[in-house]
């Protein structure tokens, strides 16, 4: 019982542990494609400012 419990218990420490690692990823890249948007529409507006200056 002891040698299941510890395998059940590296596996449950393996899975949060794989989906702390994904839940960070998918965070950091939709930050990323929002900081990225938002600049790009930033950089779109002052194009056209200084297009009709």
Request: net charge positive.
């Amino acid at each position: 019982f002891g040698l299941w419990a510890a395998w059940l218990t590296w596996l449950g420490i393996t899975v949060m542990a794989f989906l702390k690692v994904y839940h960070n990823y998918r965070q950091e890249d939709l930050k990323e494609f929002l900081l990225g948007r938002s600049s790009r529409r930033r950089s779109d507006v002052v194009d056209g400012k200084s297009g009709m200056i």
